[in-house]
RNA sequence: GCCAAAGUGGCGCAGUUGGUAGCGCGUCGCAUUCGUAAUGCGUAGGUCGAGGGUUCGAGUCCCUUCUUUGGCUCCA
C-alpha cells in the first residue's frame, strides 16, 4: 500500500502491516500529533483514509478538524470514565463542539465533585493508552447489541438511522463500545490536555417534552499551555460580562422585590441610552424620512386578536384581568405594529404618499420564561427604536435595501460593524400551522430578501423556523463574550398582519391596493444594545457615549476655584463634566479616573491657573500635553460631534 | 417552564462538628495642600436574600419562596 504524503513523500506498506501500526508509523513523525486525515478536501478517520492507495494531508491537533477529532475522542473517554464510575448511567450522545464537546447521560445530576473524579478517571483511561478500533455492525445487529447493553437512547438512534445503512461502532480498549460515525483519534494516548468544564441539564433531543439528561461539558487542547491559555481566556472575559461590569459601573441594577427581567438603569446608563436615542431620532426622523409616532403601551384584546398576537403570542403577553371576569381585557404591548397601522388607518392614503416610515422609541412588554432572563440581554421590559414602513409593492426591494443600510450605518457608528452576522430568518415548511400566510406567501416575501441580502453582496445564512410568525426576517446577530447569539436588529417583511387589519391605499385608478409592511429596528433595543457596548469596549465607551466625558482634577484645594470654572466652560459647551474636589493627591485622583474609565482627565494647578490652561490627560494617548481651555473643548467637541471611536492606549 | 449552584455591610471575601458575625478595599471624619495609577490616623456601617420550622440557642440543620449565575427549552 502507498500512502502519499502531502509533503510527497510516499510510505510503502506491506499488505501485513495492520491500519494501526501504518497509522501510528505515520503519525511518529509528527509526535503522535495525528488525529485525523484529510482527502480531496474531507476530513476522514485515519483508518479510513489508509485503507487505499491515497494522497494525504494529515490534520495535527493545530488544525481545527484536528483538534475537533481531539474533543470528540475525548467525549468518549468521558463516556467511558462515566460507565466505570457509575455504571448505571444511560449513553445519550456526545459530539464536538465550537469550543470543546459534551456528553448528555441520563444519570443523577452531576456535582463539582463527581466531575473532578471523573477527570481523574479520564486520566486512567488515557494514559491505559487504549486503542479506539471501528468496525460495522448490520443494522439489526446493531440494535440488539445495543439492547443487550441497556442504552434505550442508542437502540433509539440506531433506529432513527436510514434503513440500509451499516451502523459504524467505535471499540475503546476492552471495556467501552460506542455507536460513532467518527472520526476518532487512533489511540486516547492522543489527548495531551484536557478539562470538564460544567454540567447541566438537557433534553433529549433538545425537546422539552423527553427525558432529562445531564449534559457535562469539557474541552481539549493540543498542549497544556493551550488549555491554560483558554481557561484563564474565560476568567478574562467575565471581565468584559457586560452584566458583571455593568453593574459594577453602576450603569444598571435589579432588585428581587421589583422582578425579574426588570433591570433599573442607573443614572449613568440612562447618559448612554439617552445618547444613542437622540441620535437615532434626529437620524432617522432628519436623514431617513420617519416620522415619529407615540402609541399606548397596552391595549384591549381586541386589537391582539386581530393582529393573530392573541392566537400565536398570548403566552408571551402580559395579559391584565381574565377574561371571563371582566367586561374589557387588556395587555401590555409586546410590539407596536398595530398601534402604528392605526395611526396609518387614521385617514385614506394616495399611492402618491407613500412610503410612510412610522417611527416610535417604542418600550415593550414581553413576559419571558422565568429562566431566560439574563442582564440587559434577555429582559421582560426594553425600549425599541422600532418602526413600520408602509410601502407600495414596487417599493419593496428599495425600502429594504434602505432599512439595511441605515442599520449598517448605526451598527459602523458604534464599530460593531465586524461584530455581526446576517441571517435570513424563514419559516418552518414543517409547522406551518405556527405562521400567518401560505406557502406562496412565503416563498415570496422570502425570495425577495434573499435578492436584497445577495444584491447588497452581504454575507448570510438562511435559517429555517426563525421567521417571526408574520413574515421572514433579515436578522442582525451579535455574539455576547460568552459566545451566545442574539438578534440585535431586525427586519422583517410581512403582509399577513397588513391584511388582518385591511390596510390599504388608493393607486392611480382608484383601486384599493394591499401595501407591503416593513416591520425593522435601526439600531435594536437600547438595553440590549447597551449590554454589547459595555461588552465590545469593556466599559471603555468612546467619548460621545460616555457618562462622564472630562473630569477636572485640581492638584490642591488652592486650585479648586480654577477647576470650577473649568467645568463651568465645559458644561457651557455641552461637555458631561465634573471636578474631584477631594483633598487628595493628584496621583490618586488620576488613578480613580482611570478605573472610572472617563476619557479626559484635566489637571489644574499654579501653572495652567496662571496662562488659563489645562493638562490634558486621556485614555488614549496618556499625557496630551498642555492645551488652552478653547484648544480642548474644540478637540473634544469635534470627536463628540463626529463620533468618532479613539484608539484606546495600550497599557 | 426544566436541572443544578449560589445569596454574609457599597464591592471582594472569611466564618471550623449549631454558641450570638470578622477582614481587605470603599464610605465618612480629622490631619495633609500635594504635578500625572493608591498619604496617614480614626469612625460608622450587617436583624447573614425573605418567610416558616427544629433547638435552650441557627449565618451554620430542615421546608417554602425570591433573586442571581450556568446550561436546556423558548425568543414577534
Known sequence: MNITLKDGTVKVYAEAKSIYDIALDISEGLARMACAGEVNGKVMDLRTVLETDCELNILTQKDADGIRTVRHTCSHVLAEAVKRVFPNAKLAIGPSIDEGFYYDFEADSFSREDLDQLEKEMKKIIKEGSRLEKYTLPRSEAIQFMKEKEEPYKVELIEDLPKEAEISFYKQGEGFTDLCAGPHLMNTKGIKAFKLISSSMAYWRGD???????????????????????????????????????????????????????????????RIIQALQRWIEDLEDNEWGYIRTKTPLMAKSDLYKISGHWDHYKDGMFVLGEEEKEKEVFALRPMTCPFQYYVYKNEQHSYRELPLRYSETSTLFRNEDSGEMHGLTRVRQFTISEGHLVIRPDQVEEELTKCLELAVHCLTTLGLQDDVTYRLSKWDVNNKEKYLGDEAYWEKTQGKIREILVEKQVPFTEADGEAAFYGPKIDIQAKNVYGKEDTMITIQLDCAIAENFDMYYIDQNGDKIRPYIIHRTSLGCYERTLAWLIEKYAGKFPTWLCPEQVRVLPISDKYEAYAMEVEKTLKANGILSTVDVRSEKIGYKIRESRLDKVPYMLVVGQQEETDKSVSVRSRFAGDEGVKSIEEFINQICKEIRTKEIRKEEQQ
Request: proline share 3%; aromatic share 6%.
Open 208 to 270: 422539552s417534552n423527553k427525558a432529562q439528561l445531564q449534559r457535562i461539558y469539557g474541552t481539549a487542547f493540543a498542549t497544556k499551555d493551550e488549555l491554560n491559555a483558554y481557561l484563564e481566556h474565560l476568567e478574562d472575559i467575565k471581565k468584559r460580562d457586560h452584566n458583571k461590569l455593568g453593574r459594577d459601573m453602576k450603569l444598571f441594577t435589579t432588585v428581587d422585590v421589583i422582578g425579574q427581567g426588570l433591570p433599573l438603569i442607573m443614572p449613568k446608563g440612562v
